[in-house]
């Protein structure tokens, strides 16, 4: 019984140790992002002005554990998640040779990148999409893994070698950028839209409204050893 007793105790006292330093480090990588974010848009405003004053990029912040990226048409949504998750072990990353290594590997903080039309936040069209873009891994010793959309072009998928910088996080953000304003708008096919309900009506939902063509996310990398 004091076996069994002990062994529970360490395996909850290790955990939540290791899960308590992930969030601190994941909670100071959000602020890094944050402050990442301010510095781009203040930039890029600067730079737009000169062009055409009537194009808004603007930074929000909503709390402690989201903020926005407002330019043009678009809205990136970052997230941080407040819970530290661990992987199923079919993922690739579960099955590396680095996380095999220390069973405190197997536990991530986690950011999120969301892209959406800034209209549909904007007008509160609560049936738009969003598209999740990316998603960062943090671990104990502030390595990440990238997971994310093929348009993002960011091969970061080796988390024995990768250490955030701010560098790594500016990319992050202007690679997001990028995608969100080169995935384009397509109208719905007018078969979608030729009838609409009394409910949607008095609900004033925009059925016309166009949507983006969406993202592939390349979740299925081949798996990588190390």
């Not at 671990?139 to 072009?153: C, T």
Request: aromatic share 10%; hydrophobic share 40%; net charge negative.
């Amino acid at each position: 019984m004091e076996d069994r007793i002990e062994t529970i105790f360490e395996g909850l006292r290790q955990k939540s140790s290791t899960k308590q330093t992930i969030f601190r480090n994941t909670r100071d990588i959000f602020e890094q992002l944050r402050s990442c974010s301010i510095e781009l848009v203040d930039n890029l405003k600067k730079r737009i002005a000169e062009v055409d004053a009537t194009v808004v990029i603007e930074y929000r912040s909503i709390n402690d554990f989201e903020f926005h990226i407002k330019f043009s048409g678009d809205l990136l949504v970052f997230v941080m998640h407040s819970n530290v998750i661990t992987l199923p072990d079919e993922h690739e990353l579960m099955k590396s040779r680095y996380v095999d290594e220390d069973f405190r590997r197997r536990f991530f903080g986690h950011i999120m990148a969301y892209n959406f039309m800034a209209d549909s936040i904007k007008y509160n069209r609560l049936n738009d999409p969003g598209y999740l873009l990316g998603r960062v891994l943090i671990n104990i010793e502030n390595h990440f893994y990238l997971e994310g959309v093929k348009q993002l072009d960011l091969t970061y998928n080796d988390m024995a070698k990768n250490v955030i910088t701010e560098e790594t996080l500016r990319l992050f953000i202007e690679s997001a950028m990028v995608a969100s304003v080169n995935n384009d708008l397509v109208a719905p096919d007018v078969e979608e839209i030729r009838k609409i309900t009394v409910k949607q009506k008095l609900e004033e939902q925009q059925v016309s409204t166009p949507q983006k063509v969406g993202f592939s996310f390349s979740y299925q990398r081949k798996p990588n050893v190390y």
